[in-house]
């Protein structure tokens, strides 16, 4: 029987020595699968700060955009106008309104 007790002994150490073994490597890969999910936790809060200044540039890129589409609707109808006031002028003349046509369509080549 103590030949017996001795076994059960050795077999409870042996258990007792593979469980410190699995705590320790549990333990490991514990501390090594918070590391990485820090580092992705950073990463994604950088990421986010990217995305951010993106968008921001992106909005004055869109101001920019609207404000130059205004000037050039405004220039449009300045240049009609001019178009209009011109042949309005040109056309009391002898001849003007052939050559008002002409100054039209110089002006219009020179804007495209």
Same mark, same amino acid.
Request: glycine share 6%; charged share 30%; proline share 0%.
């Given at each position: ?6 076994d059960q ?16 490597a ?5 501390d ?8 992705l =936790? ?10 951010e200044?993106?968008r921001t540039?992106v ?5 920019? =955009?609207?404000k130059l ?8 109808e ?5 178009k209009?006031s011109l042949?309005?002028?040109?056309s ?6 052939? =050559?008002?046509?002409?100054i039209?369509? =110089?002006a219009?080549s020179?804007?495209?």
């Open positions: 029987m103590s030949h017996d007790i001795r002994k050795s077999s409870i150490e042996l258990v007792e020595f593979r469980l410190d073994q699995f705590e320790t549990l333990s490991s890969n514990f090594r699968i918070s590391g990485k999910l820090d580092n =936790l950073v990463q994604l809060n950088l990421n986010e700060v990217k995305q200044n993106i540039r909005n004055k890129l869109e101001e920019g =955009l609207s589409e205004e000037v050039q609707t405004k220039n449009n300045e240049l009609n106008n001019m209009v042949a309005e002028k040109l009391w003349t002898a001849g003007g309104s052939a =050559l008002g046509a002409i039209i369509k =110089l219009e020179n804007m495209k």
